[in-house]
């Protein structure tokens, strides 16, 4: 048998292969001095809380492991040494990055993790705790996540992020808390003390579909069905003189100069003491299209505006929210209510992006330093703390908004 033939495939395929690893180190060496060259000459300040020496020092470790790792495990690399930069808008997307989703999404609540949202086959799954992941306790797992969590400026915003990285199963699994790619045995525990496992599989996004979520709502609070944004509308709080205002999501700057205008004419024609601005859920926008709403508010002559302004805030009220929340404060004399805000109101914003040459990485920075409070806190502080409690949360009730509402009523 002539074995010449099968001898040349073998060091054919070692050249080829030799030459696709020299490429791929060549093409992430390239890609990691863009990196810093690109962040180094975008960033507004890309050195306030980590040292140049040592941002240099960690990306070169990169550097030098990157013929040891896969990219995947590159990636999450850069997503640590990006964690130091210390603003929740520079990070590491991952929106290039092909993922799986675990179908269902968690919650910090008095101590546990909840289900709170569930693919429909999992649907026996909410309200239940998540105690384990594979072989590791909860609290190990959400720790590891937290490390590489991205857009993380405060503990708020941590809970937030790692509750939202968790789904992801390559990061799971490259962390070493799941043994496959995507899928994973998980461990619940109901408010009776029984424990189950199941064996769920990741899914792709697009097939992230059909889910239930476990909703909190007030009686005394009804959408409009004339409502012609799910994400910002106005609405009357029952037996009361005050407004409820749903502020979730930013309209366009000239839609808020339509819906200012039409607030105010509400507010005029009933007569109305008291708003209501809820600002949890809020991922940020922009900041000035929320000044037109407190421009407009501001011709609101009925309110009481010595007392009668709230603002509803939580860890998930980012970015202009937070800005936006804290300037209510200011121009609104609006008491604070909630938790504090996954930003801080004095801090690095602004995003924009730029993409590595060869991965096609999207990296995210801050430009601009908005310093809307003299002092630098961990998030906007509210004026009264009240945080989702769980008893009312598996009822379906938004015990935030009762407080306000029970508060006004009082009056």
């Known amino acids: ?57 960690e ?11 896969s990219d995947m495990e590159i990636v999450l690399d850069l997503m640590k040494l990006t964690r130091k930069i210390g603003d929740g808008h520079t990070a590491i997307s991952l929106q290039n990055i092909e993922k799986h989703y675990f179908p269902f999404e968690i919650k910090w609540f008095d101590g546990d993790w909840r ?35 991205q857009f993380v400026e405060n503990k708020q915003s941590e809970m937030v992020r790692t509750a939202q990285y968790f789904k992801i ?18 461990t619940f525990e109901t408010d009776n003390a029984r424990i189950f496992r199941e064996e769920i599989t990741a899914l792709r996004p697009e097939n992230n579909t059909e889910y239930i979520e476990m909703n909190i709502v007030v009686p005394q609070i009804k ?43 509400y507010i005029f024609e009933h007569q109305i003491r008291q708003l209501i601005i809820d600002m949890r859920n809020n991922g940020g926008g922009d900041l000035y299209t929320g000044l037109v709403l407190a421009y407009a508010l501001n011709l609101a002559d009925p309110v009481d505006w010595k007392n009668g302004v709230y603002v509803l805030t939580d860890g998930v009220t980012f970015s202009a929210a937070t800005s936006n929340a804290a300037l209510f404060k200011q121009l609104l004399n609006a008491k604070i209510i909630g938790e504090e805000t996954g930003s801080n109101p004095t801090g690095y914003q602004d995003m924009d992006t ?57 009056k």
């Open 59 to 69: 990306l070169q470790l990169i550097k030098n492991s990157i013929h040891l790792k």
């Open 223 to 265: 959408k409009p069905q004339t409502a012609a944004l799910d994400s910002f509308w106005f609405a009357p709080v029952e037996n009361t003189n005050a407004l409820y205002i749903h502020f979730e999501k930013y309209p366009g700057f000239e839609n808020m100069q339509v819906i200012g205008e039409e607030l105010v004419t």
């Open 169 to 186: 199963s390559e990061i799971l699994f490259q962390l070493g808390l799941i043994k496959q790619s995507n899928k994973a045995t998980f």
């Open 354 to 410: 730029f993409k590595l040459p060869n991965s096609n990485l999207v990296v995210c920075y801050s430009k601009r330093l908005f310093k809307i409070q003299g002092i630098a806190n961990q998030g906007l502080q509210p004026d009264v703390k009240v945080h989702y409690s769980w008893e009312s949360y598996s009822k379906g009730t938004d015990n935030m908004l009762e407080w306000v509402i029970s508060t006004i009523s009082r």
């Open 1 to 57: 048998m002539n074995k010449f033939p099968y001898i040349l495939t073998l060091i054919f395929s070692f050249l080829v292969f030799s030459i696709s690893a020299q490429n791929r180190l060549s093409e992430w060496e390239h890609d990691l001095e863009y990196f810093h060259q690109e962040l180094e000459k975008k960033h507004i300040d890309l050195y306030n809380k980590v040292s140049k020496d040592e941002f240099v020092t």
């Open 115 to 149: 289900i709170v949202k569930a693919r429909e086959q999992y649907s026996h799954l909410l309200g239940k705790k998540l105690v384990m992941v594979s072989d590791s306790p909860i609290s190990v797992a959400t720790k590891k996540i937290s490390q590489v969590a």
